[in-house]
């Protein structure tokens, strides 16, 4: 045995042993994000950390069904709100808001690619078909990057569309802006998983392996090494590489020292990791309804096992023509959304954001459903919806439909539709809620303050 | 097309000579001197280098002069040969290019294997048929293509899923012992499958009736074995219980189970059995109960109790067979070839140079080797120990990326890419997937990149079966036929399209494509083509009877209205909407994918057709469209799109033939595109597009180039597409040519470095390269 191979071997084994700093930095920053969303400091130790996740639906909703007239606390439930009867106390309707970014300013049509990719981010995304691609760090992965480190999985990045689409995807616009909302960096978008089979076993493979304690140490250990390695061996080739590979080289250096971290949990969280009250799912059911059912399942146990506390749901990219047939429509919606005013197509569009809120409704009654601590998760949770355009006939990006589910542990005061001055940028919410994460920002995206009505 | 400084400036000349003051004359009261009606400002254009900064403006110009929309009415007309003069010279500045220099091959970007691509190479790699990309998240796209090296990321769910390909991979390649070793296998009474009885106790099984007690079981391979069977029997009568041993349902020896309860007996049987999954089944056939009998004494039951079977095999058994993968794997074998140490450092290099696709570096090998002896050292047997530097090969970036350096001196200066690098090159762009020996051999020779070498590879790897990926991967884009998998026309209004259908519309295009590129035919046969293929289903589809079957025939088109990838019913079916067809969208799709002069996108806040029952019976499609083209902001791009989807109504929504329309019109194909050129019918609409070849083959090439290189065109590309479209006519179009004039492009052939992304410089909202 060389002397390189006992060392490789011991940094195997010393991550075995588990590192202590772990086991003091959970629950201390759990503390911190209690104390910043105010809750009384006594059962610190018993609070739960606060939970957070979006929910996007593609090509705007119409307006008029889904609007409250009502505001405050007595608010109405429109016919495409009326699924959320069962918790319309745990959720808070917010219009006005708007997302100044996924407006043209001067770069012409692509208002899908735009409204998507500026949906968590923010930001304008540069118009591109491939080359030079550029957004900002959406909201959900600042979190990630303050928070993620204390869960095994730093966030979860969800959707529902099984492939991509040949031709092109909007105007001019890379596939890369449609298809995804959470990204990394500026330039690196996070892929979706669409299977909930392999979101089972990411989620639960450690509990669910069923080879023998120690054959799992001994795989953990060799990937450990064979990760060192591939790290080196990155380390040398970017040596040897232009500024604009050194970029995608830094994307893989990253996502491996990403999974170097997971590992460390995985064997730290073996001992505790309980197995799911869940069979595995297997493949991707052709059923909307189901596969939607199942992503829900799938992330309620993955926030309630903390797993992970942030993650993004994409319903579908935006401009989707997908077809509701169960629902007897005939027409993409997509499609429809282009109503122009005809009655059948609007309400075809009234009974598709109805159906989105249905499920939407079955994942926060499930949340809701679940105790921790003395309340329930649903409460620990921060769970917005929307859409990045407001109207899909007209492409509007202000005026959107949002919804927020939860009480962020105590920040929100859910149970009403608040009204905001026009133009509010959308970007206030996520600054509101970022600081509920515990993360302090002054600025996100075109953020010019805070949500202060949220709590009252 | 003339080229050089003194034609550029001759160009200009003619503006300034002839254009300008015919254009002073008709267009500048409104659009110029100040004036900027409807928007359009002419008079700020000098050189034919402002008319390509602007050449959606000019495009609209040429349109609006031929079809007589501008001058309007009132205004003074300018003559017919003054405005070909206008539109002549429009043209040609807009194609002007300077080509004399050297051509710039431009930067691809590290480019992170695809899906289908990672596939391909795994497959290629190991010998194994197994697709673990299928569970990777999908890859984003651009330019139309989903092999762009810009647009494909990493994160940190496919590093994970990358790491547990590895170890799958591995796991399915490597034989790891001897399936053949001889083992035993025991099953109790209960553990076995009754047709009669009960349990006698917590595990033997008592057939208390006649039946059978039998167990599926998968014999590894034809040898001899050893069935035991401890059983007793209940015993009445004469006779003791018979017990008989079948395979399959055949006799193959019956034993007279006369041990008790107290006593049971082993029963053997050692014979020869045929490899694979056999029932083995006890049988008992005697059953005899008397519980009437006067005299007490003989009443009785007889029964046959089996307390357990074992199989024990196989006895000297042929050494098993090496599958494929271990042996392309596993190239050298322990005291065979050398210490283990010697071997493992040979599949090792071995190994990383084929994933690599250029030779392992001593260094490479030497750290891949350090894996290898920790694993040795942690006890593991070697076929394991060697996975794991094995599977570290599989993250490594050499593998995962197709990695091109640049020269550390003057980076940015084009050079020729190494002959390992075009070998990767060559087999992604053909095969989707690493190169094979023969194209690692002439990289190392240094010879590859010599034309006459590469033309006999080019020609060579297209007749080679695993050309099917071009088919499937670039013309699947290009066309966008991969949108059919997940396609759902409205079952109401097409109850007849099935899965079957389906199916059958995505081969035809495949066996039609492959055909062109094996006979190396020409491409225009894409256009227009006597000849397609189809089984019965897709037959009935298209309204042709002779042909039966589930397999497709190549047949005659002729008199059947079809010709060309435009009558496919794939084509026709993915370019119309789920419940109704559209002109728009088809037209779109012509001046797009087949004639690379795509409408610019809709203005915003355009309101769509009304698709209502009332109005599809009130007005036909057409006049329903007329009606929406009357605004003249969406004018200009319809009447370029809409007569080439309306040459194609006569087929509906999923490709087949229709006399009338949903709401029971009789179908006008008839249009005038804006040039003046009339099409009538999908016949004409073929003539009027083969009478294009020329955009036709720029098009295609651009697309071809943009999906060999896994980058988008760029302004400096266009002198090599035009070379390569000026080959391809010499070649008579054949398929092979455009492959091979891609080939030979410095394009192709070179790269150069790239430091910082391009300076985006905003200027009132629009944007500037610097």
Not at chain 2, 188 to 209: H, K
Not at chain 2, 409 to 419: F, L, M, T
Request: charged content about 25%.
């Amino acid at each position: 045995m060389s002397r390189i191979t006992r060392r490789t071997m011991l940094r195997g084994l010393g991550v075995a042993m588990g590192l202590p700093f772990l086991d003091s930095m959970v629950p201390g920053t759990v503390l911190n994000a209690a104390q910043a969303a105010g809750t009384t400091a006594g059962g610190a130790a018993a609070v739960a950390p606060t939970r957070m996740a979006y929910f996007f639906i593609p090509n705007g909703v119409n307006i008029p069904y889904w609007t409250p007239n009502k505001e405050g606390f007595d608010f109405d439930l429109t016919p495409t709100l009326e699924p959320l009867k069962a918790v319309q106390k745990d959720v808070m309707v917010l219009s006005g808001l708007t997302l100044d970014n996924a407006r043209a300013k001067g770069d012409g049509p692509g208002d899908h690619a735009r409204s998507a990719a500026a949906f968590l981010t923010g930001a304008h995304p540069y118009k591109t078909s491939g080359a030079n691609i550029k957004l900002g760090v959406s909201v959900d992965q600042i979190a990630a990057n303050m928070i993620g480190s204390q869960t095994r999985l730093p966030s979860l990045e969800l959707g529902l569309d099984k492939g991509q689409t040949a031709g092109n995807c909007d105007s001019g616009y890379s596939c890369a802006y449609v298809s995804n909302i959470s990204w990394r960096s500026e330039t690196t978008p996070m892929p979706k998983e669409v299977d909930p089979g392999s979101l089972f076993d990411r989620l639960f493979g450690a509990g669910n392996d069923k080879a023998a304690a120690e054959s799992r140490a001994k795989r953990y250990m060799y990937r450990k090494s064979i990760l060192d390695f591939v790290a080196e061996d990155a380390k040398r080739l970017d040596r040897q590489l232009g500024k604009v590979d050194q970029q995608k080289m830094d994307e893989f250096t990253t996502s491996i020292r990403e999974i170097e971290k997971r590992i460390v949990m995985m064997q730290k969280q073996e001992a505790e990791q309980k197995k799911p009250d869940m069979a595995r799912p297997e493949g991707i059911p052709g059923d909307m309804t189901e596969h939607m059912k199942l992503m829900c399942d799938l992330l309620v146990l993955a926030f309630q096992m903390d797993i992970t506390r942030v993650s993004t749901v994409m319903v579908a990219r935006d401009g989707s023509d997908r077809h509701y047939r169960w629902l007897n429509i005939t027409e993409g919606h997509h499609t429809l959304s282009h109503h122009g005013g005809n009655a059948a197509k609007i309400e075809s569009i009234r009974k598709i954001d109805r159906y989105h809120m249905e499920q939407f409704a079955y994942f926060l009654q499930k949340m809701k459903s679940i105790k921790e601590g003395s309340g329930t998760l649903l409460d620990h949770s921060m769970i917005m919806l929307g859409s990045g355009i407001s109207d899909g006939d007209r492409h509007n990006h202000d005026e959107l439909p949002i919804v927020l589910a939860g009480k962020g542990g105590g920040f929100i005061k859910p149970g009403r539709h608040i009204r905001f001055p026009r133009n509010t940028p959308l970007c206030n919410l996520y600054l509101s809620m970022l600081e509920n994460m515990g993360v302090k920002q002054d600025r996100f995206g075109d953020s010019n303050g805070r949500l202060s009505t949220l709590m009252l | 097309m003339a080229k050089g400084p003194a034609a550029a400036e001759l160009l200009n000349q003619r503006f300034a000579t002839q254009i300008k003051p015919l254009m002073t004359q008709y267009c500048f009261t409104c659009h110029g001197n100040g004036k900027h009606k409807g928007d359009v400002t002419l008079d700020k254009y000098a050189t034919w280098k402002d008319v390509q900064a602007d050449k959606q403006t000019w495009t609209t110009v040429m349109d609006v002069l031929s079809q007589g929309i501008m001058p309007p009415e009132e205004k003074p007309q300018p003559a017919k040969k003054d405005k070909e003069l206008i539109a002549a010279w429009a043209a040609e500045a807009m194609d002007y290019i300077d080509c004399s220099g050297p051509r710039d091959p431009g930067h691809v970007t590290l480019h992170r294997l695809n899906r289908n691509e990672y596939n391909n190479t795994i497959r290629d790699l190991c010998a194994i048929d197994f697709k673990p990309a299928d569970d990777f998240p999908a890859d984003d796209t651009g330019y139309g293509f989903d092999n762009i090296g810009d647009v494909l990321s990493m994160s940190p769910l496919l590093a994970e899923k990358y790491l547990s390909a590895a170890e799958q991979v591995m796991e399915r390649a490597i034989l790891m012992g001897n399936p053949y070793a001889k083992k035993v296998k025991r099953f109790t009474g209960i553990q076995m499958e009754p047709t009669v009885g009960q349990t006698a106790d917590s595990s033997a099984w008592n057939l208390s009736n006649n039946g059978e007690l039998f167990k599926k079981f998968d014999f590894v391979t034809a040898a001899e074995y050893e069935i035991r069977i401890q059983a007793f029997g209940e015993q009445f009568g004469e006779e003791a219980p018979k017990m008989v041993l079948r395979l399959d349902g055949k006799d193959i020896l019956t034993f007279d189970v006369k041990a008790v309860g107290r006593f049971p007996e082993t029963y053997r049987y050692r014979g020869k059995i045929p490899g694979g999954n056999h029932r083995v089944a006890l049988a008992y056939t005697n059953n005899a109960v008397d519980r009437n009998n006067p005299d007490r004494s003989k009443r009785g039951d007889r029964n046959l109790i089996v307390v357990w079977m074992e199989i024990e095999g196989p006895f000297n058994a042929p050494p098993p067979p090496i599958p494929e993968s271990h042996k392309r794997v596993l190239v050298a074998t322990p005291g065979r070839d050398g210490t283990e140490d010697e071997c493992a450092a040979k599949i090792v290099r071995n190994f990383a140079t084929r994933a690599f696709r250029r030779p392992a570096s001593v260094e490479e090998v030497a750290g891949l080797m350090r894996l290898y002896r920790m694993a040795r050292a942690n006890k593991e047997p070697f076929e394991q120990a060697v996975k794991i530097p094995l599977q570290a090969v599989l993250v490594s970036p050499h593998f995962l990326f197709r990695v091109e350096t640049d020269p550390p001196a003057n980076p940015e200066i084009p050079h020729p890419i190494s002959d390992y690098e075009l070998a990767s090159r060559l087999s992604y762009f053909i095969w989707s997937s690493m190169p094979d020996d023969e194209l690692m051999q002439l990289a190392a020779n240094r010879t590859l990149h010599n034309p006459p070498v590469l033309s006999k590879q080019v020609r060579r790897m297209l007749s080679d079966p695993r050309a099917v990926e071009l088919v499937r991967n670039f013309v699947g884009q290009w066309l966008e036929l991969r949108n059919l998998d997940d396609w759902t026309p409205d079952e109401r209004r097409f109850p007849n399209f099935d899965e079957k259908l389906r199916r059958a519309m995505k081969k035809e295009a495949e066996l039609f494509f492959s055909t062109v590129i094996k006979e190396d035919r020409s491409i225009l046969e894409l256009l227009d083509s006597d000849y397609t293929y189809v089984n019965e289903r897709l037959a009935k589809h298209y309204g042709m009877t002779d042909v039966k079957g589930e397999d497709f025939k190549r047949v005659s088109l002729a008199g059947t209205h079809r010709g060309g990838v435009l009558t496919m019913a794939s084509v026709l079916t993915v370019t119309a909407m789920p419940s109704r067809t559209s002109p728009v969208k088809r037209g779109k799709f012509v001046l797009e994918q087949i004639l690379g002069t795509p409408p610019p996108p809709p203005p915003p806040e355009v309101p769509a057709l009304p698709d209502k029952r009332e109005d599809v019976q009130a007005a036909s499609l057409r006049q329903r469209l007329e009606k929406h083209r009357s605004n003249p902001n969406c004018a200009v791009c319809h009447q370029r799109m809409d007569p080439i989807g309306f040459a194609m109504e006569n087929f509906d929504a999923i490709g087949a033939w229709r006399d009338k329309d949903a709401g029971g019109h009789a179908i006008d194909t008839s249009g005038k595109l804006p040039n003046g050129q009339v099409v009538d019918g999908p016949e004409n609409l073929r003539k009027v597009l083969v009478s294009r070849k020329g955009d036709f083959l720029r098009c295609v090439t651009e697309k071809m180039l943009t999906y060999a290189l896994g980058r988008g065109m760029e302004e400096y590309d266009r002198c090599t597409v035009k070379e390569i479209c000026l080959s391809v006519e010499k070649n008579n179009y054949r398929f092979s040519s455009v492959v091979d004039a891609i080939v030979q492009s410095d394009a192709f052939l070179k790269r150069r470095g790239k430091s910082e992304a391009t300076a985006l410089v905003k200027v009132e909202g629009t944007e500037v390269k610097k």
